[in-house]
T-cell receptor
Framework: DAGVIQSPRHEVTEMGQEVTLRCKPI?????LFWYRQTMMRGLELLIY????????DSGMPEDRFSAKMPNASFSTLKIQPSEPRDSAVYFC???????????FGPGTRLTVL | QKEVEQNSGPLSVPEGAIASLNCTYS??????FFWYRQYSGKSPELIMF????GDKEDGRFTAQLNKASQYVSLLIRDSQPSDSATYLC????????????FGKGTKLSVKP
């Protein structure tokens, strides 16, 4: 079975540009999570969805960040406008149900110049 | 503020020794506990989970949970250089919230 799929794997952009990260969860998984990882702050939860509905977005840093899950097999995380401090690795993870084991995608390494 | 604390390391052990990784958490209502391993430049992968007080063994790995002390640990027996990675402790406080709270990880180095 395919694991969690993320694209792009690497993104380099200039400050002020819009960035869209994409995620395809494991088929049959009902929950999807977006994380950001930096050396300073570790792995931080940004937002998670259960059955395509956003449950907790308290980790979204500010209005520049938005996330959608239009169907069970696709989610996006958008940053507009991007800033250098957004540079990090962004992971998507999915799980079968609330409180179950989370499986991580390979991550997107974002660099904002 | 729910927190998960880990010693950042690095923890260095010789090959064949036992590596002991520790984690404390602040939410007494936490119900499930996970250990993830993350190699440099890779994504976290689950090693073990534990729900009940006591020990849980899986091959060379043993997870230990003490809810009274709000403490969870991971022991790696017969450590191998391939075990060199960052180990992340994650806690789920249960209820309707499905999110995990991660510690910042302990970097383990196993020297040949």
């Amino acid at each position: 079975d395919a694991g969690v799929i993320q694209s792009p794997r690497h993104e380099v952009t200039e400050m002020g540009q819009e960035v869209t990260l994409r995620c395809k969860p494991i088929s049959g998984h009902n929950s999807l999570f977006w994380y950001r990882q930096t050396m300073m702050r570790g792995l931080e939860l940004l937002i998670y969805f259960n059955n395509n509905v956003p449950i907790d977005d308290s980790g979204m840093p500010e209005d520049r960040f938005s996330a959608k899950m239009p169907n069970a097999s696709f989610s996006t995380l958008k940053i507009q406008p991007s800033e250098p401090r957004d540079s990090a690795v962004y992971f998507c993870a999915s799980e079968t149900g609330v409180g179950d084991t989370q499986y991580f995608g390979p991550g997107t390494r974002l660099t904002v110049l | 503020q729910k927190e998960v604390e880990q010693n950042s390391g690095p923890l260095s052990v010789p090959e064949g020794a036992i590596a002991s990784l520790n984690c404390t958490y602040s939410d007494r209502g936490s119900q499930s506990f996970f250990w993830y391993r993350q190699y440099s430049g890779k994504s976290p992968e689950l090693i073990m989970f534990i729900y009940s007080n006591g020990d849980k063994e899986d091959g060379r790995f043993t997870a230990q949970l003490n809810k009274a002390s709000q403490y969870v640990s991971l022991l790696i027996r017969d450590s191998q250089p391939s075990d060199s990675a960052t180990y992340l402790c994650a806690v789920n406080t249960g209820g309707s919230q499905g999110n995990l709270i991660f510690g910042k990880g302990t970097k383990l180095s196993v020297k040949p």
